[in-house]
């Protein structure tokens, strides 16, 4: 069974950054994709980013592009999001998932974590 725990998440100011983190546990990090979520109350949960087994192939939706970077450390089981020029709008619980497979694009995304809290104020 695959354990997902992310970190890092807080109480930032407008324009500010966090740096969230996803160490992975239960089977070969390094052999499948993964993705960052996103869930604000009273929305359904949205894609944020993707990254693929090694690296090379990274995604993400629209209104993060240039703010956000996804990136990963197999040697550490670890995901990353660096978001930076955080706007109120990025408020939201984000979760971290592990895909099935080597890319995001044709696997699912089936195992996933508790989830960590990003409150940008304003």
């Known amino acids: 069974q695959v354990r997902l725990v992310e970190s890092g998440g807080g109480l930032v100011q407008a324009g500010g950054s966090l740096r969230l983190s996803c160490a992975a546990f239960?089977?070969?990090?390094?052999?499948?994709?993964m993705g960052w979520f996103r869930q604000a109350p009273g929305k359904n949960r949205e894609f944020v980013a993707s990254i693929s087994w090694s690296g090379a192939y990274t995604n993400y939706r629209d209104s993060v592009k240039d703010r956000f970077t996804i990136s990963r450390d197999n040697a550490k089981n670890t995901v990353y999001l660096q978001m930076n020029s955080l706007k109120s709008e990025d408020t939201a619980v984000y979760y971290c998932?592990?895909?099935?497979?080597?890319?995001?694009?044709?696997?699912?995304?089936?195992?996933w974590g508790q989830g960590t809290q990003v409150t940008v104020s304003s």
């Open positions: 998932a592990q895909a099935s497979g080597p890319l995001a694009e044709g696997y699912e995304f089936e195992f």
């Open positions: 239960g089977r070969t990090f390094s052999s499948h994709a």
